[in-house]
Structures are given as structure tokens and as C-alpha cells.
């Protein structure tokens, strides 16, 4: 459990070092995703309250109009952030790819041949293929 909080660390570091503006837009998509449906249901418990309390219609429209455009807002809000953060992980996986091909070229071709280097980069590897690697951290930490 402990090793598996690092690796979620360093590859949160990892990403923000690639790109500062990962981790606020993960973050604002993720509070608008989880407070849209917390407005929605204050309008609907105050919508009820006002029904049973038999106030007319013209005093609780204001309200209803102003949270119907309040959820509207957030919900768009919302997926301009997840459009944006899909974008940036597609490009946080390019950059991890490159740094990664960088590091390859600059190694000496005996390090290359050495077995050490060779399973770790076969790991990485195996890692990046079962779940997208990097790029995956941001996508599998965000609300559907």
C-alpha cells in the first residue's frame, strides 16, 4: 500500500513537472463534476419546501430560473475543464515518451546492452502498457 502511494505521488509530480496546469484543471473539473449535483438537489429541496409552504409561483420562479442557469453554468464549466485535461494527458504522455526516448539516446551502448537496464526499461514498458502509464494517473482519478 505504501509503495503504491509513492508510485501515485511521484507520477503526480512527475506530470505537474511536464505540466503545471494538470493538477488545478483536474482538480476544478472535479469539484464542479461533485457540486452539480449537490445544487441540484438544494433546488429541488428548496423547490418542495416552497410547494408545501403553498407559495405562489411567481416567488419561486426567480429562484428556480437562477438554479436551473446555476447547474447549466457548472455542467459546461465542467466539460470545458475535462475537454482541456484530456487534452493535456495526451500531450503529458508525448512529453513522458520523449523525456523517456532522450534518456535511451543519451545512455552509452554498453549501458543499453546491460541487463539491469534492460528489465528496468521492460518494465517500464509493461507499465506503460497496462494502463496507459502516465497520462492514465489523471484520467483515472477524475469523477465520471
Same mark, same amino acid.
Given at each position: 500500500?505504501? /509503495?503504491?502511494?509513492?508510485?501515485?505521488?511521484? %507520477? #503526480?509530480?512527475?506530470?505537474?513537472? $511536464? @505540466?503545471?496546469?494538470? *493538477?488545478?484543471?483536474?482538480?476544478?473539473?472535479?469539484?464542479? /463534476?461533485?457540486?452539480?449535483?449537490?445544487?441540484? %438537489? #438544494?433546488?429541488?429541496?428548496?423547490? $418542495? @419546501?416552497?410547494?408545501? *409552504?403553498?407559495?405562489?409561483?411567481?416567488?419561486?420562479?426567480?429562484?428556480?430560473?437562477?438554479?436551473?442557469?446555476?447547474?447549466?453554468?457548472?455542467?459546461?464549466?465542467?466539460?470545458?475543464?475535462?475537454?482541456?485535461?484530456?487534452?493535456?494527458?495526451?500531450?503529458?504522455?508525448?512529453?513522458?515518451?520523449?523525456?523517456?526516448?532522450?534518456?535511451?539516446?543519451?545512455?552509452?551502448?554498453?549501458?543499453?546492452?546491460?541487463?539491469?537496464?534492460?528489465?528496468?526499461?521492460?518494465?517500464?514498458?509493461?507499465?506503460?502498457?497496462?494502463?496507459?502509464?502516465?497520462?492514465?494517473?489523471?484520467?483515472?482519478?477524475?469523477?465520471?
Amino acid at each position: 500500500m505504501k /509503495k503504491g502511494f509513492k508510485y501515485i505521488t511521484d %507520477a #503526480l509530480r512527475m506530470t505537474h513537472r $511536464l @505540466d503545471k496546469g494538470m *493538477l488545478p484543471t483536474t482538480a476544478a473539473a472535479s469539484l464542479l /463534476k461533485s457540486v452539480t449535483p449537490l445544487i441540484a %438537489a #438544494l433546488l429541488t429541496a428548496f423547490i $418542495l @419546501d416552497r410547494l408545501a *409552504l403553498n407559495a405562489p409561483y411567481p416567488e419561486i420562479m426567480p429562484t428556480v430560473l437562477g438554479g436551473v442557469v446555476l447547474v447549466f453554468l457548472a455542467n459546461v464549466a465542467a466539460s470545458r475543464f475535462d475537454k482541456y485535461r484530456s487534452a493535456r494527458t495526451m500531450a503529458v504522455y508525448y512529453k513522458w515518451e520523449n523525456l523517456n526516448g532522450e534518456k535511451s539516446m543519451s545512455l552509452d551502448y554498453p549501458q543499453l546492452e546491460d541487463p539491469a537496464i534492460s528489465q528496468l526499461r521492460d518494465r517500464m514498458r509493461s507499465d506503460r502498457n497496462w494502463g496507459f502509464g502516465i497520462g492514465n494517473t489523471f484520467s483515472l482519478s477524475a469523477p465520471l
